[in-house]
């Protein structure tokens, strides 16, 4: 899980980066998707530590809300072009 959450850290990092650099936020869909990977995978991690406290059920709580947030931007770009 720790590896997971590297490769998605350094995808976040990367698209954030490019996206501050150029200026062009239309990757910014893509961002919340592996931001809300990541923090599933956190969730789910403190799950499994059963560490049923409240950090591990915000993080799937939370990553849900940026899924959805992701899934709202794909199909507000998808209508805009």
Known sequence: MKIVRIILAIIVLAL???QLITWN????PYS???LGAIMLVTGLAELQKDR???SGYMGIV???FLFFVSILGFLMNYHEN
């Open 52 to 54: 049923k406290g409240f």
């Open 62 to 64: 939370v990553s849900s």
């Open 32 to 34: 919340m998707l592996f």
């Open 16 to 18: 954030s980066a490019y």
């Open 25 to 28: 936020f239309e990757l910014m």
